[in-house]
């Protein structure tokens, strides 16, 4: 069994950052794709917003538009999402995923973006 911890949601106005994290209990966490999703509220369908292949390819949702940046420390077994010039469209709850053999998730860390 996999936990997944993330922790670095908050408030924040538009066009402010933040830098959202989570930690993996597996050591085997180098072998593994990660991936951040989100969900807004009133939807129920999560959507990617990025993932990171096990040997650091990144790719994104097309929303994101250059905006943030996904990377993994494989020695700390952390995956982190640096996001940029927020928009009141990125409140949501985000998650963090890992597929193995088993689908694991992350319990969420809301974002909000407000005035």
């Known amino acids: 069994q996999v936990q997944l911890v993330e922790s670095g949601g908050g408030f924040v106005k538009p066009g402010g950052s933040l830098r959202l994290s989570c930690v993996a209990s597996?050591?085997?966490?180098?072998?593994?794709?990660m991936y951040w999703y989100r969900q807004h509220p009133a939807k129920q369908q999560r959507e990617l917003v990025a993932g990171i292949t096990s040997d650091g390819r990144p790719n994104y949702g097309d929303f994101v538009k250059g905006r943030f940046t996904i990377a993994r420390d494989n020695a700390k077994n952390t995956v982190t999402l640096q996001m940029n010039s927020l928009e009141p469209e990125d409140t949501a709850v985000y998650y963090c995923r890992l597929v193995a053999r088993s689908d694991f998730w992350g319990q969420g860390t809301q974002v909000t973006v407000s005035p």
């Open positions: 597996t050591n085997n966490f180098r072998f593994y794709n």
